[in-house]
């Protein structure tokens, strides 16, 4: 105000919140999110049921997946699920978790600011406590050798322990460690796993049990003719990007036929022109094709007649991990094709049960097929989930060499250690700390709350053990007992958990900042209803 008169300096459309509203629409936001995905966590989570605009049904309790399906419009729910896609995206797993302390540690400091601490002061004192359990983490952490198979399959059972596939872990868990141990190279003293020589592919209409690893690519068609040999030998494979075909001109145009001399003349014409396109194959040896678009049926049938394996419509992304197996590269047309262009491989050949192609014997040893079967869509998707989670893991604990044990050990040892550490620090730090640390409870909380135990009595029980020194101690969410993790076999990769810590406490520290929120909201068009 100035002499009385309001001073309008935001538009119309601008929505601010100042103060403790923000702090408060913050919090809000960041538990409601937390709580979407709560149930989910451990193995005995429940599932998700998501129905999108368009009717398409997704059945998960995936966080990564949960998150991603379901539209927010808070600015400070869409920063928790950013830590989702996160952890997601660096580790593969976790997601839940990471969700989770975040939406805890937002309702910590509900508390903090309760008690008149200021934000700052609590953004400092969990940055401290982020420090602190970034170390008593690493502390806890065990080596793991990247050709331990056995400790490796703990792992990728551990990630794939309460998805709805469970009853086919244990095959999944080979395959997934297998496929892994096969692409991971040692460079510089130094494992590393590239998830891009891992694809993962999906056939409907088969037992889950039916899941099997294949050393070489897998492609979901078959060749296009009958007349073509059902397997190739020593092949040589050509990849074409465009159509094996007469396509339609960019521009209208009539051709205008007075006699049958000229029809004759024009189709004549038009069978030279496909012939060279499959002349062009023939010419560099090539004894297989896989085009990424159509092949016009006289080209096929001049590639069977001189005994070359053809599939169409390759998928983009399948060509592109076929060119790096066979080594070989992606021409646009057939007459730009070279000798040096071909993919070899040992063979290529369709297979008698289900429709697709396997090439096997590649000429980069290092790419594998998971090639995984259900009799639906919705429990393809979940496996194909639970198999890249899986691989994730794997690959995680093969290039760090370390792993710690889950069941909330981890967080129960944080907890505790974190409040001892805050009695050092003193002031009113001592208190975010606290705060922090309390934040942490809601691991091994939520674990004993979805396995239908009472929560207080086996937190009381997990901080019994702990103050005993059994660092290893956890909730076995079948039997409700606190049983010592490594032994069950309960292991997750060091990274996943270090990734949660820190993606969901940076969160929470820019959020507990902030004190003022202007949300633009978009202009409506006259006569139309407000948006809900």
Do not use: W
Not at 92 to 118: F, K, P
Not at 203 to 208: A, C, E, F, V
């Amino acid at each position: 105000m100035l002499s009385g008169q309001p001073i309008i300096i935001l538009k119309d459309n601008v929505e601010r919140n100042t103060g403790k509203e923000a702090q408060r629409s913050n919090i809000m936001a960041a538990k409601a999110i937390a709580g979407a995905v709560r149930t989910t966590l451990g193995p005995r989570g429940m599932d998700k049921m998501l129905v999108g605009s368009t009717g398409d049904i997704v059945i998960t309790n995936d966080g990564a997946t949960i998150l991603q399906e379901i539209s927010v419009q808070h600015p400070g729910a869409k920063m928790v699920i950013e830590v989702a896609k996160t952890q997601d995206d660096e580790v593969g797993d976790g997601t839940t978790t990471a969700v989770v302390i975040a939406g805890s540690l937002m309702e910590q400091a509900e508390h903090l600011l309760e008690l008149g601490i200021h934000p700052t002061v609590i953004a400092q004192g969990y940055r401290l406590g982020m420090q602190k359990a970034l170390e008593i983490t690493a502390s806890l952490s065990f080596k793991v050798d990247p050709k331990d198979r056995k400790t490796l399959v703990k792992i990728a059972d551990t990630a794939i322990t309460g998805k709805s596939i469970e009853s086919v872990k244990g095959k999944l868990d080979g395959i997934i460690v297998d496929a892994v141990m096969a692409i991971a190279e040692k460079v510089n003293g130094k494992y590393l796993a590239d998830e891009d020589d891992v694809m993962i592919k999906k056939q409907k209409g088969r037992s889950m049990d039916d899941a099997e690893l294949v050393r070489g690519i897998v492609l979901d068609k078959k060749r296009v003719s009958e007349d073509m040999p059902k397997k190739v030998t020593a092949a040589k494979v050509a990849l074409i990007a465009t159509p094996m075909e007469i396509t339609k001109t960019q521009v209208k145009a009539k051709i205008k036929i007075t006699t049958a001399d000229q029809i004759a003349a024009f189709s004549e014409q038009e069978r030279a022109t496909l012939k060279k396109l499959a002349d062009a194959i023939m010419n560099v040896g090539a004894n297989v094709v896989f085009c990424q678009k159509g092949i016009a049926d006289p080209v096929q049938f001049f590639l069977a007649k001189h005994g070359i394996y053809a599939v169409e419509d390759v998928p983009e992304k399948d060509l592109k991990y076929a060119a790096r197996a066979l080594n070989a590269n992606i021409v646009n047309k057939p007459e730009d094709l070279t000798a040096k262009d071909l993919g070899h491989a040992e063979a290529v050949e369709e297979d008698n049960d289900i429709d697709i192609t396997r090439i096997s014997g590649c000429k980069n040893p290092k790419t594998i097929t998971i090639l995984v079967r259900g009799t639906s869509d919705y429990l393809l998707d979940e496996l194909e989930r639970a198999v890249v989670d899986g691989t994730r893991v794997v690959m995680d604990a093969i290039e760090d060499g370390t792993y710690v044990v889950g069941g909330g050990a981890v967080e129960t040892e944080l907890l505790m250690k974190i409040r001892d550490y805050a009695e050092t620090v003193g002031g009113r730090v001592q208190l975010a700390i606290e705060g922090y640390a309390t934040a942490f409870e809601t691991i091994p909380r939520t674990l004993a709350e979805n396995s239908g135990y009472n929560p207080i009595d086996k937190l009381v029980a997990l901080k019994n053990a702990h103050a005993k020194g059994k660092k290893t101690a956890g909730l076995n969410v079948y039997t409700g007992e606190v049983v010592d993790m490594q032994a069950e076999g309960v292991l997750e990769p060091l990274r996943s958990k270090r990734q949660s810590i820190e993606s969901a406490s940076e969160t929470a520290i820019m959020l507990i900042r902030v004190d003022d929120m202007m949300i633009t909201q978009s202009k409506k068009a006259p006569g139309m209803p407000p948006m809900a």
